[in-house]
């Protein structure tokens, strides 16, 4: 089975641009996650996506958005991109197991915002 | 989620079977453990997840004392290529978590 795929692997970005990342999950798996990590804050959960529908949230802005499609494919958008939003964004594709849900990571995308 | 505790960092030599024990006394009952390994500038990897006993699979083993209070992944024969950051997580099986990984422990694997 092909894993997590996301595209860009690498970006770069001026202060106010807008930004829109992409994530293609692993097959069969419904529920798409994003993940924000940054050496300061470590690893923090942006929000997830269940057939379509944002099933939870984070803490993060309204700047910070997504979508799922019919296809499980998930996009995240970040508006007025800040020079503190630049990380490396994960996506996580997961599906109910045996035992808790085993959620599996992409390589991310690298953003820097200048 | 229940509160885990790890060692911040180990060593170990190419060749030698490595054991990372978590501490997570709060654990309940519909919880399971979970580690994950994480390179630098990847995403984590999932390595293994176990409720009791012992979980074997082709990367590593789970070993899981009967008060479910600590576990241990033991790597077997590590390689350089071992050189992580691992995580251990007790996540529940209610259904969808958000994972909150902590400063994990940091595997050095010398030649």
């Known amino acids: 089975k092909a894993g997590v795929t996301q595209t860009p692997r690498y970006l770069i970005k001026t202060r106010g641009q807008q930004v829109t990342l992409s994530c293609s999950p692993i097959?069969?798996?419904?529920?798409v996650s994003w993940y924000q990590q940054t050496p300061g804050q470590g690893l923090q959960f942006l929000f997830e996506?269940?057939?379509?529908?944002?099933?939870n949230k984070g803490n993060f802005p309204g700047r910070f958005s997504g979508r799922q499609f019919s296809n499980s494919r998930s996009e995240m958008n970040v508006s007025t991109l800040e020079l503190g939003d630049s990380a490396l964004y994960l996506c996580?594709?997961?599906?109910?197991?045996?035992?808790?849900?085993?959620?599996?990571f992409g390589p991310g995308t690298r953003l820097t915002v200048t | 989620l229940a509160k885990t505790t790890q060692p911040i960092s180990m060593d170990s030599y190419e060749g030698q079977e490595v054991n990372i024990t978590c501490s997570h006394n709060?654990?309940?009952?519909?919880?399971?453990i979970t580690w994950y390994q994480q390179f630098p500038s990847q995403g984590p990897r999932f390595i293994i997840q176990?409720?009791?006993t012992k979980v074997t699979n082709e990367v590593a083993s789970l070993f899981i004392p009967a008060d479910r209070k600590s576990s241990t992944l033991s790597l077997p024969r590590v390689s350089l290529s071992d050189t992580a950051v691992y995580y251990c997580?007790?996540?529940?099986?209610?259904?969808?978590?958000?994972?909150?990984f902590g400063t994990g422990t940091r595997l050095l694997v010398s030649p």
């Open positions: 996580a594709s997961s599906s109910p197991g045996q035992g808790a849900y085993e959620q599996y």
């Open positions: 097959s069969g798996h419904r529920s």
């Open positions: 996506y269940f057939s379509e529908t944002q099933r």
């Open positions: 709060n654990i309940a009952t519909n919880d399971y």
């Open positions: 176990g409720y009791k």
């Open positions: 997580l007790v996540l529940s099986n209610t259904g969808f978590q958000k994972l909150v």
